[in-house]
Each structure stands twice: as C-alpha cells, then as structure tokens.
C-alpha cells in the first residue's frame, strides 16, 4: 500500500537540490540519523530518504536496505507489502521528496507514530532550510564571510568594551582575531606585549560614544613595513535597540590613503597657483612702476625738448634722457631673466667647484670689492663640489656679493664670509657680510620681492634678491636671510638632491 | 605761496614736475623728499608750526625704506595734526587696479593720480585749493 505517489511537478526542484547542496554530495550523518529515528519510532525494517530529480527519485540515505547502490534502493521498496510515505517540504509548499518506511508484513501504524513520522519529515524541511543561505553554510558563516571580505576593518564591542566580532582587515591573524573575542584592548596589548597608550586612548574614545550616543570620527596615520604612511578613516558608532539601550558599539575603518594623497597633491597645487598668483602680481607691479616710470620721465624729457627753445637746456634734457634709457634697458633685461628662469623646466645641473666658481665672481667684481676695502674668506671644506646649473651659482654669488658690496657699512671695512654645511642630501651655502643689514622687523615681507629696495641708494632697483630666489627655487631649494640693522646680513641657501645621481 | 610737498625718489621725474609746476604759477613752493621716512620725519618735526605745513601732498608709492603704502600708515597715526583738509594725492606709474582698489580704501587720499602730472591736472588743483 503506497499512501502517496511521488509526483515530480516542480520545475525548479533540481536547481534547489542543487543549490542545498543535496545532489553529488556524499552521505550526511544528519540525513542518515533521521532515516535511522524513522525505523526507529515506527519498527519498520527499512527506511529511505529520496528527493525528487528530475524524471527519477534520487536516494539520500537509507537504513535496512542492503544494497551498495542508493540509487536503486527507492525501486526495492515496491517489493514490501506496507509503505508509508511522508513528503518532505521546503518552505512548506515545495515539495521536495519522501521519507518512506516499508515492512515486510502488512502493517498499521498507530496515531504516534504516524504523527512521529510527520514531525520528522517536518524536522527534515527545517533543516534544508537552514542550508539556503549559501550551500553548506550557516547563516552566521554567510554573514561573517561577507563582513571579512569587505575591504574596510570592523570591530564590533559590547556594552563594555569588550570585543564581540574582529574581521580580518581589523586583526589580520586567524589566532589573535580568535583570541580577541570576549576581550578587551588592555587584554590585547598585555597579550602581544604592546604599549597599552593605545588602549587607553581606545577606551576614551569609546566612553565618548557610549556617553554621548554619537558617532565620532577621526583620521589616523600609520607607518607600514615598507616605510610608507597609511591613512585611515575611523568611525566609532552606537547601536541601540528599540527602547534606546546600547546594544553595542561598532568600530569602522577604511583606508583613504589614495584619497590624502590626491589631497595633499591638490593642495600643493594650490599652494603653487597662490604663490605664482602674487608673483603675477608683483610683476604687474614691477612692470608698472619699473618700466612704466622711465617710458613716462622719457615721454616728458621728449615733450619739454620739443617746447624748448634754448639750445643750452634742450642739451640738459638730452642729457638726462641717458640714464632713463640705461635704467630701462637693465630692469627690462632682468625682467627677461626672470620669466626665462621660471620656464625653464628641464635644468642641466652641472659638478660644480665652489671655489673655483667663487673665484672668477670676484675676479669680476675685483675693483668694486677694491674700492670698499673688501675681503672675502671662504671655507668650503665641509662641501665643495655643488651639484647646479653653472649660470645660476654665478649669478647667486654675483647678486649675494654685489648686494653686500652695496650695503656695506662706511664705518668699518667690509668682510664677507662664506661657508658651506653638508646635511645628508642637501648643502647649505652661507654668505655673511659686516654692512649695514637689513631691518628684518619692517622688511621680511618684502625682502626677496621684486622690486623691493630697502637702503637710499643711487640705481638700487630691487630686482637682484628676486632674481636669486627665482633660481634658488628653480631648483627646489630654499633661500632665507637673518640680519639686523647695522649688525650686517647672513644669506642662506639650502640646495637639495646633492649627489651624483643629480646630474 | 602755496606749498606743494613731492614725496618722490625718482630724481628725473622730481626734475621735470617741478619744471612744469613752475611754469603753471610761479608762486608756488616744492619741497621734495625722497622716501616716505623723510617725508614723516619733516612732518613730525613741523608740528607745531601750522604756517610750515604743506597744502598739497603728491605721494609716489614704490620708493625705498618707506614705500608710500607705509607713509600712508605712518601718516595716519601722525596725532594732533591739522592735516585732516591737506589733500593727498597719489602719484605712481602704477597702472595696476589692485593698487587703484587699494587707495580708494583710504580716506585721507583725494585721488589716485597715473603719471605723468600734465599742467592741466596742477591748474584744477591749485583751483580747488
């Protein structure tokens, strides 16, 4: 007697087999155990366990049916003469196959155990269930495996501080993540033998959520192995439940290294467009007063001329046209300079000799130094191959020491020292002179414009420090000064990338 | 006789203003300084002669030591000066807006001035004294 005929209907049966991981699988205790109780509360001899594949019953398990085969042991039942079949449901509508028990004699089962059979076959559709989320899988282990992929570093405490859940981005090691739980950061630190500073800051920081019942956030640096800064995004954040109460706290990081990078890229470059914005200014400036103002002293010299009718005082005009002309002539040149300068991009640095190159400046500079009593002392010894373009370090010795030669004191003969300082990578060229200085207080702003004089000097025109430091940073160095008035100044320049490989 | 005060380092355009000033009216006074620190120092030293103080101030702005941005500070700070109704103007070279923006900013300057000073802007003035 067969009570229910199997009725293979469902389209989508195999897939779900499939997807519980239920077709080529090997035997399971699980299944086995229930096909085992099934003899068991009924007495029956025999007992399978068949889903529905397609056209054909597929056995799963079976008990006291000897035969190696499963797939042909649904076929042995039609021999015994009582069978009774229970369908086993999915989600309680699909069905999905039978748990069968048959005997050998005609036998009736009594309501228990009709009943125990039911419940059973009910049991049978809970636990596919539980298989759903991802074949073989709890639901715990679908979740947690989704929360260790994601790229980002989860925490999660209890109301204590205690850990509940670490991901591996959070803790990488299978050990420590596993050692965590149940623990907090002091435990964390004592166990791995770290400063527990970061514990207590940890803790604060989580007193603060807990008390606050909000989210903070904070950015934090790391130095990898490899030596470089790692940035991290924290998050600390609360949850509560229903009634308002604090379930837990849950911790969140991702990495936002390539973000600070291309922050800290974007405000370089405003920092770069700032500063060539005020240079831009300052040029107008220069180009109005320092250019301007000749062409407009020759414009008028040109007009009273023409108006003039003295011979004697049209020669005076004439005269005073000279000087303009030459003024004009030399800012315009240094003008030019300096916008070369700034567009040269890729600099040839030259293996320079510092005194050889300091040399030949004061050659050139020898009746000016002569006429002030100057002398120069030079100690390169700490440094005394610079790696430069050529042209440049004669113009930086050119400008330091005709600057120094124009602003030396009339109370004392002028002495100009020169130094040079090696640090790591870089040199430091030093030029400090006896004159009469510069009042740092009032000027510092001003002191490497263009444009800027700061002394009552005939032809002073300010272009030659802006000149200098246009070449300095041309080249990725800095110059700065320290002076006080009377006291004379002390130039500084600090060149970068100082080694062979420059070149 | 009017006094006119040249704050100016440019010795040329010094020489050619006065030569035109001269040639408008004959009964006028140029006294030329060539940084703003001289032209505050002869200020502070005339305090308290009201007869000496000038009745017309000509400010160039890019000079050495005390450029006129800093004479213009200084010049506000002079106290207990009668120099509330000497008009200033400034007078550069400069073509530059920001500078124009700049002083129209402060109040003791009359009016930013381009150079060159022609004859025809020393009448309005000497006009308006």
Known sequence: MINQSPTPDQANTPAILHLLGIIDAEPEDEFDNIVRLACLLTAAPAATLTFINQDRNLCKSAAGIDIADLERADQQLKSYSSVYREPIKFNENLLLGHLTVAFTQPTDLTTGQMEGLKLLSKQLGYLLQMRLPVANRSVRDFYESILNNIPTDIVVFDTEHRYLFANPGAIKDEELRKFIIGKDDFEYAVYRKRDPAIAIERRAQFQQVKDTGNTISWEENQKTADGNIVTHLRRMFPVNDDQGKLVMVIGFGIDITERKELENKQRKIMEQLAVQHKQSIDFCNVVSHNLRGPLINLGMLTEFIRESEDPGEQQLLISKMEPVIDNLKSTFNELVESIQVRQETDLKMDELNLNACLSETVRNLFFELKKVDGNIHADFSDAPILYCPQKYLSSIFHNLISNAIHYHSPERPLSIKLLTQAKKNKIVLTVQDNGQGIDLLKHKHNIFKIGKVFHRRPGAKGLGLFMTKTQVEAIGGTIWVDSEPDQGARFSIEFVNQSSEAL | ?129
């Open chain 2, 1 to 129: 006789m009017k006094k006119f005060m040249l704050i100016d380092d440019d010795e040329i355009f010094v020489f050619l203003t006065k030569k035109t000033i001269l040639k408008v009216s004959a009964d006028v006074a140029v006294q030329v300084f060539a940084d703003g620190q001289q032209a505050i120092s002869h200020l502070q030293d005339i305090a308290g002669n009201s007869e000496l103080l000038p009745d017309v101030i000509f400010l160039d702005l890019n000079m050495p030591v005390m450029d006129g941005w800093e004479f213009l500070d200084e010049y506000q700070k002079l106290d207990g000066f009668p120099l509330d109704g000497v008009p200033l103007y400034i007078v550069s070279s400069s073509i530059s807006p920001y500078e124009m923006d700049r002083s129209a900013g402060i109040p003791v300057v009359t009016e930013f001035i381009i150079k060159p000073l022609v004859k025809e802007k020393f009448l309005e003035i000497l006009e308006n004294l």
